[in-house]
């Protein structure tokens, strides 16, 4: 969609900013324009365009506008809201028109749109066990021991994904077209291809078939070629045993 003056969304180093991931990908794949600003991670040289627009000093943020009518979004589930709300003719909780979302009566539309909303919420509240102790590194294949939390974490995801999917084709995204949902988990897809082999972490058939379908993503295959020009290395966010690294830093 298409504005007088596009949105500004700021993020940070698409190796590593897992919620920069799921506000830029929402807004791709719901087709709005955008102009992005890549900043570097827990660097001084941040500072001044974080203090211009980010309140809360972390990325996303969406910007657009001037003085009084300048709009500054951050929170990534704010972002997702605010896109929902006026950035898109797309329903985003459940990937159908709004027109068609409007006028249909069928119950199914609601229960997949609660469904996706509860998720999209458990995932930006929650899940901390698999957040902190598996956080996205996309060049990395690393060895973790996890813990009962972390184990469990994944096996709450495997059970949403499995749910989702049971009665959909082998390449359907969660909710059949791709909804906010598949936003919110697609940094898990990339820290289960980090860890999840490397570490003995058995994963389900159809936890593996969602993985494919999300890493052939066009847009997803546009930021993990991104990630892998990378070459900064922030230690507060690697984990584990590095096993086998793509991308620049292989070279
Ligand atoms: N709840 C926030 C989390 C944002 C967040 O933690 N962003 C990280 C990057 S993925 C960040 O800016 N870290 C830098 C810092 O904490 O200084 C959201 O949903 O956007």
Redesign the pocket.
């Known amino acids: 969609m298409k504005h007088s003056q596009e949105p500004l969304l700021i993020i ?1 180093n698409k190796n ?5 991931l ?2 830029w990908l929402l807004l791709k794949a719901f087709d709005i324009d955008f102009d992005e600003q890549l900043i570097e ?2 660097h001084p040289s941040s500072k001044k365009i974080l203090d211009e627009h980010a309140p ?5 943020v969406l910007v657009y506008g001037q003085g009084d009518d300048k709009v500054t979004v ?4 704010a ?1 997702a809201i605010h896109a929902n709300d006026y950035l898109t003719d797309i329903d985003i909780w459940t990937g159908l028109s709004k027109s068609d979302a409007d006028t249909t009566d069928d119950n199914s539309h609601r229960i997949n749109s609660v469904y996706c909303q509860s998720i999209v919420a458990e995932m ?1 509240s929650g899940l901390m066990g698999i957040r902190s102790e598996m956080p996205m590194n996309i060049r990395a294949t690393a060895n973790i021991q996890p813990s009962g939390e972390c184990l469990s974490d994944i096996a709450r995801i495997e059970d949403i994904f499995a749910d989702c999917l049971k009665s959909r084709s082998t390449d359907s995204y969660l909710f059949g077209q791709f909804t906010a949902a598949d936003a919110f988990f697609a940094p898990v897809i990339l820290r289960l291809q980090t860890y999840a082999d490397a570490s003995g972490i058995k994963l389900q058939p159809m936890t593996k078939q969602y993985c494919d379908a999300m890493l052939n993503n066009p847009h997803i295959q546009t930021w993990r070629n991104a990630a892998l020009t990378e070459t900064r290395i922030i230690e507060e966010d690697e984990a584990g045993q590095i096993v086998s690294l793509v991308g620049a830093l292989a070279e």
């Open positions: 940070g590593y900013s897992s919620w920069s799921r506000a991670l827990l809360t000093g972390k990325v996303p951050w929170d990534t589930l972002i930006h």
